[in-house]
């Protein structure tokens, strides 16, 4: 597949490896879906051939890789099993808050830990009071007047929520006149307080472990906090948004991979007895196939400029990032109906997993940034409005 993403060196490597381990974790992917089971098999291999580290620094036991890396890495596991993709994604975005903070205590011993495959992060934003609006928290950090704080939060929809060692959450500052004036801070799963309050039985992305987790006056010392008290709202956007922007992009274009794949098999080989045709020589069904790769070709483009961008930010970086999720968000939907309608009943009765694909893309949508919050942020900035 052409290298789109500008990788060479280490990076290439790192890929190939990613591709083989891939088919390993896809033999699990169908029991994964089916059981709604937490791919911990998969996570483990992961962790153990050093991807919990792959954008990590290499001072602190990590690869040092790029933006597009990482979505090649991630394109490669979403093919095999999207709720692993999940994972990972979430993994390396709660990473990457460490990777930049200067607040936390002990921050390169938490790094070398993960990159030694040692302990698995997630993001804990999104809370049931403002909902997909996870840059608006509602819950509150209190001062205990002794340098520490404790706050009580109904995060909701936590990936890994069961199996992650840590959650990358948010709070607002002690005393904050607006939800924007938020903290972002690291809270143990085992610590005081925290409770894992539900299970996960959702339409796709079954193995994800997305449970909503209760804090309830956990407490969170100076050196827990990954930014200064007020100005998470900065990390959230400027560091986490756009690491989760390509995760999440590259999981989508995993998806359409995986349904053109199938799509390709099943017309190349099933046909009709009576005259000895395939599908493959129906002009429609061939039509279905090539919008297919065509509308993936064009949106992977996309994110591969954008990561480059990355590499070396300018103004209209924000802006391509944002539409590189959503350009990946509306494909894969696109392209997983059209191999649901070109394969027929046989992706209907389950038979190709394109059917999983299907329901896998769908998650995207209501995953915040949603794409009515993509397309709201985006058109703002082409017209010369804030974002908020």
């Known amino acids: 597949m052409a290298n789109i993403f500008g990788i060479d060196g280490v990076g290439l490597k790192l890929v190939a490896q990613a591709k083989e381990l891939a088919g390993k974790i896809e033999q699990r992917a169908i029991e994964v879906d089916n059981d709604a089971k937490f791919p911990s098999e998969s996570i483990a291999e992961l962790a153990a051939a050093g991807f919990f580290g792959l954008c990590n620094p290499v001072e602190l036991g990590g690869n040092g890789q790029s933006p597009g890396v990482f979505a090649a890495v991630v394109e490669e596991l979403a093919q095999a099993c999207p709720s692993t993709a999940m994972i990972y994604v979430m993994h390396v975005c709660a990473s990457q808050t460490f990777v930049t903070s200067h607040t936390l205590a002990n921050r390169e011993a938490l790094l070398k830990q993960i990159s030694a495959g040692e302990h698995l992060t997630t993001l804990a934003f999104s809370e049931r009071g403002s909902r997909s609006q996870f840059w608006a928290p509602v819950s509150e950090m209190r001062d205990d007047s ?31 006149s607006s939800p924007l004036e938020s903290t972002l801070y690291v809270a143990r799963r085992n610590a005081k307080g925290v409770n894992v309050s539900g299970s996960f039985n959702g339409l796709g992305l079954r193995g994800n472990d997305s449970a909503p987790v209760e804090f309830i006056d956990v407490a969170v010392s100076q050196g827990e906090l990954l930014t200064p008290q007020g100005e998470g709202a900065a990390m959230m956007l400027e560091v986490v948004l756009p690491w989760f922007s390509v995760g999440t992009a590259a999981m989508a274009h995993g998806l359409c991979l995986a349904a053109i794949s199938a799509t390709q098999k099943h017309l190349s080989n099933a046909g009709f007895s009576y005259d000895g045709t395939k599908l493959r020589d129906l002009p429609n069904l061939r039509a279905r196939v090539a919008e297919m790769s065509c509308r993936t070709a064009q949106s992977r483009a996309l994110l591969g400029f954008t990561t480059q961008l990355m590499l070396d930010p300018d103004d209209q970086t924000p802006l391509y990032v944002l539409q590189s999720r959503m350009a990946a968000l509306e494909a894969a939907l696109h392209v997983t109906d059209l191999g649901m309608k070109a394969c027929g009943g046989a992706a209907f009765s389950r038979h190709l997993g394109i059917e999983q694909m299907f329901r896998d893309a769908r998650a995207g949508w209501v995953m915040a940034p949603t794409v009515d919050h993509l397309q709201e942020f985006i058109g703002r900035a082409l017209t010369g409005l804030p974002l908020f």
């Open 146 to 176: 002794q340098g520490s704080f404790t706050t009580s939060a109904s995060k909701s929809w936590v990936t890994s929520a069961n199996h992650a060692d840590s959650y990358v959450s948010s709070s607002q500052k002690p005393g904050a």
